[in-house]
């Protein structure tokens, strides 16, 4: 039928969970926001290369881990707008 079923769950973690600031660099919680889409437009705009832009925000916002994505999602970004 193509159902699962749960019999058993066990609340416990048998791994290290990641700290908070870690876990905006999970694949399911990156998003660029609309305000960083508009920067990193004007910054294209003027040919600013996606890795420099990624560096840029990191330095703006105080380290890398700040940002909340990684930079191969701008990359991801621009290639969907073709």
Not at 24 to 30: N, T, W
Not at 62 to 75: L, T
């Amino acid at each position: 039928t193509g159902r699962w079923y749960v019999f058993v769950f066990s609340g416990r973690h048998k791994h290290k969970l990641l700290n908070e600031q870690d876990c905006g660099l999970l694949p399911g919680h990156r998003k660029i926001s609309a305000t960083y889409i508009m920067q990193i437009k004007n910054y294209r705009k003027v040919d600013i290369r996606p890795p420099h832009i990624y560096v840029s925000l990191a330095q703006t916002l105080g380290g890398y881990n700040k940002v909340g994505y990684v930079g191969k999602d701008i990359y991801n970004h621009f290639c969907k707008q073709r």
